[in-house]
């Protein structure tokens, strides 16, 4: 919480920690914000009807031959696993490689990548 309410923790759960774990949580509270902000985005987008053009795979599915939401990743006509595997890898690797707070590169500030 932010002045005139001070340090509001009503859980308990920084009892015991230092400065250094509030400013990781609140790193990681602002990115998955973000994160979150960005897949209502995709979802308001692709309920829309808006798909990206072209070809998914060299089988020929296009981007809008797969359902939207949940059923994209479970059900008849879910992304193969191997896509969804693509995915996951490809998100990891911009957690890992990216999404980096490194010092001294103009990113003073929590979450300013």
Same mark, same amino acid.
């Given at each position: 919480?932010?002045?005139? @309410?001070?340090?509001?923790d ?21 990115? $998955? *914000?973000? &994160? ?7 979802? &308001? ?5 808006? $798909?990206?053009? *072209?070809? &998914?795979?060299?089988? *020929? ?7 939207? /939401? @949940?059923?994209?990743?479970? *059900? ?6 191997? /896509?969804?595997?693509q995915?996951?890898?490809?998100? /990891?690797? @911009? ?19």
């Amino acid at each position: 919480a932010q002045a005139p @309410l001070g340090f509001f923790d009503p859980l308990g759960l920084l009892d015991d920690a230092d400065q250094d774990r509030f400013d990781r949580l609140r790193f990681v509270e602002i990115k $998955h *914000g973000r &994160i979150s902000q960005l897949a209502f985005l995709g979802q &308001i987008v692709t309920r829309n009807g808006i $798909h990206l053009s *072209g070809d &998914i795979d060299y089988a *020929g599915n296009s981007f809008d031959s797969f359902p939207n /939401g @949940l059923a994209a990743i479970s *059900g008849p006509d879910a992304i193969p696993s191997a /896509g969804a595997a693509q995915i996951f890898a490809f998100v /990891g690797a @911009l957690e890992l490689g990216v999404m980096k707070d490194i010092e001294g590169t103009g990113n003073e500030f929590v979450g300013d990548f």
